[in-house]
């Protein structure tokens, strides 16, 4: 085979690879809006958010204990700012912002979903100072500068990242902030003892766990971020059936939840490498021109 042949073989062998890779991505993506479907059918019952939940982020008092009180934590006075619910699903966190004074844009690639969410904001009374759009994430370009927080709450490890990043980043104002939140599994032991625990796991097709490299290449693209992990013991809450109704009747499974997270707390105050075996992160970048700490 002369050079001139074995180039055009070659040219020919990476289109058919790209075409199959893009087919493949495809499928994945339609499977993901058809598990997102039946995710929606589930949650098509909204109810008004309680007060005492209401006050539970507002106050934000566990921040060190758990993931989504430390984006109340992080974001602080919700009136007058502006936030974008990146991956927003059923909109259950985008209402609780705004009904605490913010004006939330919400985005899902499920159209079954937003119906959720626009109910969601009615129910609560929130419609006026919520929007909510379908639209597949790597494809829709947000609005530039127009941000105080964006939020992508287990949304990153379902799509391509370099995708989604250079758009996220532009649609924060000069001083906004990203508070990115993603399962992790950057020890190789921990990634087969999960694969081992007999439970079953609420995957869609495209759900992963975020590695080493992903949080490098997040990084990557903010001038200053920092790192908070959580779930090493606290993975085990799955163990707890009542976990979601902690504030109310449940007392014991407050009490070891609250010993779980707070035992998380304290190794990896003490021991900062023991990060690698933990569960989830919370990453906090903003590009306001600062210097970067807490590298990975």
């Known amino acids: 085979m002369d050079c001139a042949s074995h180039k055009g073989e070659t040219l020919r062998n990476q ?15 339609d499977q993901e809006i058809k598990h997102q479907a039946v995710t929606a ?37 919700f009136k007058d700012k502006t936030i974008c619910d990146f991956g927003c699903g059923s909109g259950g966190i985008a ?38 759009i379908a ?3 790597e494809n829709y370009e947000l609005p530039p500068k127009q941000f105080d927080f964006l939020l992508a709450y287990d949304i990153l490890h379902h799509v391509d990242i370099k995708s989604v990043l250079p758009n996220i980043c532009s649609g924060l104002k000069q001083d906004g902030k ?43 693209y903010f001038e200053n971020y920092k790192l908070t992990f959580y779930s090493l013991f606290g993975r085990l809450i799955r163990f707890f059936p009542n976990a979601k109704y902690m504030d109310r009747d ?20 003490v021991f900062p490498f023991l990060w690698r075996y933990y569960g989830i992160v919370v990453f906090v970048g903003d590009n306001s021109n600062g210097k970067q700490d807490d590298k990975i």
């Not at 008004?48 to 539970?56: K, Q, S």
């Not at 004074?101 to 626009?118: H, T, Y």
Request: aromatic letters at 10%.
């Open 135 to 137: 639209v597949d994430a």
């Open 41 to 77: 059918s589930e949650r098509s019952h909204v109810k008004l958010i309680p007060e005492y939940i209401l006050e539970r982020y507002k106050s934000a008092k566990w921040w060190r204990f758990f993931p989504k009180d430390f984006v109340f934590k992080t974001i602080g006075e």
């Open 15 to 29: 289109f058919l690879n790209m075409n199959i890779t893009r087919n493949k991505n495809m499928g994945i993506k």
């Open 178 to 220: 990203a508070i990115i939140i993603e399962p992790i599994s950057c020890s190789p032991v921990f990634k087969k003892l999960r694969n081992l625990i007999p439970i079953k796991k609420d995957a869609s097709p495209a759900d992963r766990q975020l590695n080493k490299a992903d949080l490098k290449l997040i990084s990557n």
């Open 95 to 132: 209402a609780q912002f705004a009904k605490l004074g913010a004006s939330v844009m919400g985005i899902d690639i499920s159209d079954e979903l937003i119906k959720n969410a626009k109910d969601r904001a009615i129910v609560n009374d929130v419609s006026q100072n919520t929007r909510f």
């Open 250 to 269: 449940h007392p014991f499974t407050k009490f070891f939840l609250l010993l779980l997270n707070g035992v998380d707390r304290v190794l990896i105050s």
